[in-house]
């Protein structure tokens, strides 16, 4: 069973809300496809998983542990009785060619090895279990779900440590006749405890770059008519109220300006003063959690995302939306 939600990442996040308000640079555009095309390899492989069955596993998916001042990031890991599985979950499409310890691609390196990410991950989980005196058997694999990903190599030992599309779902039946342990609840537990935010994304962005005002959630567009309660895009029909506009307006502004507190003053800025400011008032009371620095107050998005956010909420909004 799925111990936690796999949820789009800081990093994608950030991108996304980028590319609504201002057109993306090449570089910023080319980031954005990695990270969605990441993303939605580690959903497939969840749905594949999910075909499969897991009820008799423990399953964590992309969180981020801490061991000292290092860690490392995880798309995936099984504790199955006393072992643990790492997945590093590549979606790769295409040909490549594996050569020389590097993965290739129409003539090109891959910049980053899946084999050096799978084993840093790997050792450090080892860390973590050694300095609280556990042994365990970790065991890590190369996961390319994409059935459109082809791999050649003259290296014969690379075989043992992937996983490609076709035997996936055979490499998760091998877990079927697992269950869960009292070591495999206190691994559990140990890995919750490393759980934390990663470090090493700072993404924000220039606030003079980013469009001001609020956008329709079907088209992008900011042509908007303004009711008592709603706001009806000019060009696609979509009629939003004002609180879903203000859920997706804290989401983007956590992702825009990441690590950074919301005021009321930086949020009606990014709005263009599109509500009156009790308004954003009463929305950050009801989502956010306040914070208090000398004078200041400042609050942030008690939620993942947007997404997150609306589907735990839209029942009991006063005021639904609708296409017309």
């Not at 749905?47 to 798309?75: C, M, P, W």
């Not at 910049?111 to 799978?118: A, G, I, K, L, R």
């Not at 009801?286 to 008690?302: E, L, S, W």
């Amino acid at each position: 069973m799925y111990l936690n939600d796999r949820n789009a990442s800081a990093e994608l996040l950030h991108y996304r809300a980028l590319s609504r308000r201002e057109v993306l640079s090449a570089e910023d555009a080319r980031k954005l496809k990695i990270y969605e095309n990441g993303f939605l390899g580690e959903c497939l492989y969840d749905k594949l998983f999910d075909e499969t069955g897991h009820d008799n596993l423990y399953i964590f998916r992309d969180v981020y542990l801490a061991s000292g001042k290092s860690g490392a990031q995880y798309d995936s890991i099984i504790i199955a009785n006393d072992v643990i599985a790492v997945n590093e979950i590549k979606n790769y499409s295409g040909e490549y060619y594996y050569k020389n310890g590097r993965f290739i691609k129409n003539n090109e390196v891959v910049p980053d090895n899946p084999f050096t990410q799978v084993d840093r991950a790997v050792g450090k989980l080892y860390r973590i279990f050694r300095n609280a005196k556990i042994t365990v058997d970790i065991k890590g694999k190369v996961i390319f779900p994409n059935d459109d990903f082809k791999l050649y190599s003259e290296d014969n030992s690379i075989w043992k440590n992937i996983v490609i599309r076709m035997d996936l779902k055979k490499y998760f039946r091998q877990f079927k006749e697992s269950y869960n342990t009292e070591k495999a609840e206190g691994l559990v537990s140990l890995i919750r405890e490393h759980i934390t935010e990663n470090p090493y994304f700072n993404g924000s962005s220039n606030a003079e770059r980013v469009s001001t005002g609020l956008y329709c959630g079907n088209c992008g567009g900011f042509n908007l008519i303004k009711t008592r309660y709603h706001r009806q895009c000019v060009s696609c029909g979509m009629k939003e109220s004002n609180e879903t506009h203000m859920l997706r307006v804290m989401s983007d502004f956590k992702y825009l300006f990441y690590g950074e507190g919301m005021t009321r003053k930086s949020v009606l800025e990014l709005i263009g003063n599109e509500f009156d400011k009790k308004v954003v008032y009463r929305a950050f009371l009801k989502y956010c959690d306040v914070h208090k620095k000398g004078n200041q107050t400042y609050y942030t998005f008690k939620y993942h995302d947007f997404d997150d956010a609306y589907k735990q909420t839209k029942k009991n909004m006063k005021h639904r939306d609708y296409l017309t």
